[in-house]
């Protein structure tokens, strides 16, 4: 039933922001340099004419969305102009709503549609991971408009009082099959025992799953890049000489580190074993509390990390135990690798991250054996707070995962962190990789944008929406890429 707080998308302006990066970070075989920012204005209005705008930002990651031999130029070029079409067909009357229910619906109907159409033709299709990250920005934007128009943060509105839909409604599949793979479908639209799915939801809406009293403060996990430095033996001359630490005992010490996530190779078991070890001798020495490993995506048989991690319970039991869990170390796509990792999991916590797209899928990864999801607001803040729902109604822990999100992409991403209850605090590296970028967020939100004694503060996140205080920032936005609707 249709609510006097529904609104509905009635412009966007999309834009580009190119930053560059001060030292590279590797996803699985490539390696990043730069990246474009997006971000979406969204203007949205209710029923009697009142409008509000809200804001929404995501890095198009191109080597992390789309893991390809092609080349980087045109994978780049593909995202933005996905984005553009986004930013085109989400002007619709057709849908209205709580953000939180439009944005399911952009992802059952529009997401899948628009996919296929630009999928068609001999050139390699765009992942769906690629898909919802170009959707990410105009999801998160949407909620914080809605926010926005009714004075409200974004996290009060998730309850009936704004939602017509409880949470049981979301769990029926509806995509269509017409335009998606078989074997997707097969998996996205598994009606078996849907019914009782629904009922455990029932009356039931997304704040009754997050955390009554939201932490102002959160632990920072730093990432230890597989090309980082450990020591001085590892500098090339290289590196940037920008007043920004280089070396990772710096990073520790300026920080206060506590938390320290390890990108592995995830197909040379002796480097992986190694890099290991000595990050774990630099965080003993210098007091980490936790450490993380990040396999990349690359592994195809849990043997591998199995391997490792007996090998490393074996001879290091004080790094073993100082894991506090694996992230993501099998490929993708969850429907074309559905690999049975519950021997990984029986020997560490398991996370999802890449293969998370929804909640359809966190489901399957359950069943395989994973035991955690790593949320990302580049997934849409939508399908973030709906896999966290899932996640932990059916006993799964959670974390927050970065990427190396700058600007206004740093603000959702932490308070999403804060609000689900993540097994501890939230990565945060874009100060690792592109401190600069942020000075304007920085200058108005400083304990978001640099680590202190081992963490980021985001007490200074008021007011409705996300709390962004846009305007105390002083940003200069280029001219829109692209411009829809009636402004």
Known sequence: MAKLTDVRVVATHLYFLPIAMRVPLKFGTETTTSVTCARACVTVEDSRGRRAVGWGETPLSVQWVWPSKLPYAERHEKLKQFSKSLAEVIVSPDFAGHAFEIGVDWQETILPHLMWGFNRGPSEAMPLLAGLVCLSLFDVALHDAFGNLHQRPVYSTYTSEFMSRDLG???????????????????????????????????????????????????????????????????????PNDGYPILMRDWIHRDGLKCLKIKLRGNDDAWDY????????????????????????????????????????????????????????????????????????????????????????????????????????????????????????????????????????????????????????????????????????????????????????????????????LDEIRRELPEPACTFGNQ
């Open 274 to 469: 190694q890099r290991l070890v000595r990050v774990g001798d630099i965080a003993r020495e210098e007091g980490i509390d936790k450490l993380t490993a990040d396999f990349n995506c690359t592994v195809t048989d849990p043997q591998y990390v199995n391997e490792i991690l007996d090998r490393l319970q074996r001879e290091r039991r004080d790094i073993f135990d100082q894991l506090l869990y694996v992230e993501q170390p099998f490929p993708h796509e969850l429907e074309e690798f559905p690999i049975d990792v519950h021997s990984v999991s029986q020997r560490k916590p398991l996370f999802l991250d890449e293969s998370a797209h929804n909640w359809r899928l966190v489901r399957r990864g359950r069943e395989l054996g994973w035991t955690g999801v790593a949320l990302k607001t580049c997934k849409t803040q939508t399908g973030a707070l709906l896999s966290a729902c899932w996640a932990k109604a059916h006993g799964m822990q959670l974390m927050v995962q970065d990427l190396t999100n700058p600007m206004l992409a740093q603000i959702p991403h932490a308070l999403l962190a804060a609000h689900v209850g993540t097994i501890a605090g939230v990565e945060t590296n874009a100060m690792q990789f592109y401190p600069d970028a942020s000075r304007a967020e920085e200058a108005v939100h400083p304990g978001l944008y640099r680590r202190r004694n081992g963490v980021i503060d985001l007490s200074s996140l008021r007011g409705a929406g996300f709390g962004y205080r």
């Open 169 to 239: 409604n979301f769990l029926r599949p509806t995509i269509d099959a017409s335009v998606i793979r078989r074997d997707l479908v097969e998996i996205l639209t598994d009606d078996a025992g849907w019914q009782r799915r629904q009922f455990q939801f029932a009356g039931k809406f997304p704040a009754d799953f997050l955390v009554a009293n939201p932490p102002q403060q959160l632990l920072a996990w730093h990432l230890v890049g597989g090309l980082d430095p450990l020591d001085a033996s590892d500098l090339t001359g290289s590196e």
